[in-house]
């Protein structure tokens, strides 16, 4: 008796007890959730929330948060430094496999290696909202980002992303893997004067060709983050157009976070020159439904409340997305409800054969047969004593500006020797060395294989050192043909030996 007595004791005190905070009760709605939460935070909390790492709140248990991580083909580098994992295709190659399916695999890839990451890290060098995929179309062929994107068909666009962003975020119904960015909102097509160009697009183009990708992934994917664009749209900046509310949450139920791109902020004062203050420029952008800075922003924000440009409920309405996508990672919720908080940091996959053999597969799918006169392709390896492989690009395996650190790589040259075996004499030369050693070389062999390229980050910093038919992030082309001296190349190649294959390695049309 005595026993059940306590027994009854204490479950009737257990169910006295405060329960824990309603942030943290996954049985709650999420809105009810996110509500009480900003109820406990301070004004300058609230203000931190609106940049892109966050701090630590120790007195509510909230871990720092980062969006600072790239995940355009692979998972890439990150605050702090590289980041060794799977490297796929760049977009421009992945889109060319023309199956969903197969990158949907991938992005399930990049997100758990994000994961992986995340927990290694603590959360400090890689986030959980990834920028990826970049979705804008690849509709001029000298933009220095085509690199980048799935081209310039809406509906290959959009159906490749919405693929990604699924195997990104994972399949389970309530949690998300990690959150994925589409970058760049919207009709953004050049490098040059990116910050100050004009986009003049009429309706029916907006909706028809340019929001589709963006649409299909957030209403079809539920993609839970997105990137503005630099440039303006028929004369509104992106950073804080209309159709952010307008379109995006009105139209497509967007509840999630929306980043400026970097320097997109000041750029409302400075580049394109509509209003006369940064606390002006930060309290426009967040009227208009931008949620994260990628800039400093606390300074302007406090001056922007100062000045009654913004008031502390503009902050709020803003930061309830932040947290609606946190909320969605599983962040606040006990571990044993998420599926992905059984990913321990430990593993390695981008070294094992799973994801090795996922890397392999999309490289197969990506790569494009041209033209194949008289039928020289597929080489036989009874047929096939000789080969000739030249060009610089045959020994090289290039990153590009956001790859991570690869964990291994097999240039076209060792991919072949390893292919053919010992029994096929290959010989590798860079180039016409006086004009003749290649050509020497392909004359002598059974077939010539030529590789002719581009260097996706221009082998120089930032925005420099590419050639005009090269271009990267901030730089555009200004040549759509190889440099002369590859073309030159080639037909002195061809000339010695009819059987000659050109391998065209490069991030542009």
């Known amino acids: 008796m005595r026993l059940c007595c306590s027994l009854l004791l204490t479950l009737t005190l257990a169910g006295a007890l405060p329960a824990a905070d309603p942030f943290r009760d996954p049985k709650l709605p999420i809105e009810e959730r996110v509500n009480h939460l900003v109820s406990l935070m301070t004004l300058d909390e609230k203000i931190d929330f609106l940049g892109q790492t966050t701090p630590v709140i120790e007195r509510l248990g909230i871990k720092s948060f980062t969006n600072f991580t790239e995940g355009l083909h692979g998972l890439g580098w990150a605050s702090g430094g590289s980041i060794t994992s799977t490297q796929f295709p760049q977009d421009v190659g992945m889109a060319s496999t023309w199956d969903p399916d197969l990158l949907r695999q991938m992005g399930a890839a990049v997100g758990y290696e994000t994961r992986i990451y995340n927990m290694k890290t603590g959360g400090k060098r890689v986030g959980l909202a990834i920028r990826a995929p970049m979705v804008d179309l690849g509709r001029e062929p000298r933009w220095g980002r085509n690199e980048e994107s799935y081209g310039e068909d809406p509906f290959l666009d959009s159906s490749l992303a919405v693929a990604i962003v699924k195997g990104l975020q994972g399949d389970n119904a309530k949690y998300i893997q990690v959150a994925s960015t589409l970058k760049h909102f919207v009709a953004n097509n050049n490098e040059l004067h990116r910050t100050s160009s004009n986009s003049v697009v009429d309706e029916r183009d907006l909706r028809e060709y340019f929001l589709v990708p963006f649409q299909k992934a957030i209403t079809e994917g539920h993609a839970q983050s997105f990137m503005v664009a630099y440039n303006l749209l028929n004369g509104a900046p992106c950073t804080a ?269």
């Not at 947290?323 to 990913?343: K, T, W």
């Not at 096929?424 to 002598?444: L, S």
């Open 241 to 509: 157009h209309p159709i952010l509310r307008g379109i995006v949450m009105k139209e497509w139920g967007f509840d999630g976070m929306i980043c400026t791109d970097a320097g997109g902020m000041p750029n409302l004062m400075r580049s394109q020159k509509v209003v006369s203050s940064l606390p002006e420029a930060a309290a426009m952008a967040v009227k208009a439904g931008v949620t994260v800075f990628l800039d400093r922003h606390a300074g302007y924000v406090k001056e922007a409340l100062d000045q009654n440009l913004l008031t502390e409920a503009d902050i709020v309405d803003r930061i309830k997305g932040n947290l609606r996508m946190r909320m969605r990672l599983g962040e606040f919720d006990p571990p044993a409800l998420v599926p992905y908080s059984a990913i321990t940091g430990k593993e390695e996959p981008w070294y094992g054969p799973k994801h090795k053999a996922l890397a392999r597969l999309v490289t197969d799918k990506s790569i494009v047969l041209l033209k194949n006169e008289k039928n020289i392709l597929p080489l036989g390896k009874t047929a096939i004593h000789s080969i000739a492989v030249i060009g610089a690009a045959a020994n090289e395996v290039y990153p590009d500006w956001y790859a991570g650190t690869l964990p291994y790589a097999v240039t076209p040259v060792e991919g072949i020797r390893g292919k053919v075996g010992p029994d096929v004499h290959v010989q590798y030369v860079r180039d016409n060395i006086n004009n003749r050693m290649a050509a020497n070389i392909a004359a002598d062999s059974d077939v010539a294989i030529v590789f002719v390229d581009n260097n996706p980050t221009c082998g120089a910093a930032f925005g420099r050192g590419c050639l005009p038919s090269e271009g990267k992030e901030g730089v555009d082309r200004t040549e759509i043909d190889l440099p002369k001296e590859q073309l030159d190349l080639v037909n002195q190649v061809f000339k010695v030996n009819p059987k000659t294959i050109v391998v065209l390695k490069a991030s542009f049309p």
